[in-house]
């Protein structure tokens, strides 16, 4: 069973930078993709940034270029979100999605989150 964990949010101040982490466990497909999510109460989740395999191609929110950085290093089975200039419209709780297809089938898992809070 594949298990992800994330780790990094907290409470910052507007300008400010933090880093997302999240580890990836049982996964045993060569390929996947590694994505960032957020979420506001009252709101859909929506993309954040995205890191697809094979060729490691990288996109992100709008909102986000520029500031925002997606990483992965795959032998930890780790993806990372490197936040800068912090807004408090960023503040949210941020999932890790890990995604991948065996057979035409998608597979889809998701971390419990960590909550972002940014202050003006």
């Known amino acids: 069973q594949v298990q992800l964990v994330e780790s990094g949010g907290g409470l910052v101040q507007s300008g400010e930078s933090l880093t997302l982490s999240c580890v990836a466990s049982g996964l045993t497909v060569k390929y996947y993709d590694m994505s960032w999510y957020r979420q506001v109460p009252g709101k859909e989740r929506e993309l954040v940034a995205a890191?697809?395999?094979?060729?490691?191609?990288?996109n992100y929110a709008d909102s986000v270029k520029g500031r925002f950085t997606i990483s992965r290093d795959n032998a930890k089975k780790t993806v990372y979100l490197q936040m800068n200039s912090l807004k408090p419209e960023d503040t949210a709780v941020y999932y890790c999605?890990?995604?991948?297809?065996?057979?035409?089938?998608?597979?889809?898992?998701w971390g419990q989150g960590t909550q972002v809070t940014v202050s003006s």
């Open positions: 890191n697809t395999d094979p060729d490691s191609s990288t």
């Open positions: 999605n890990v995604a991948y297809f065996v057979l035409g089938f998608k597979y889809d898992y």
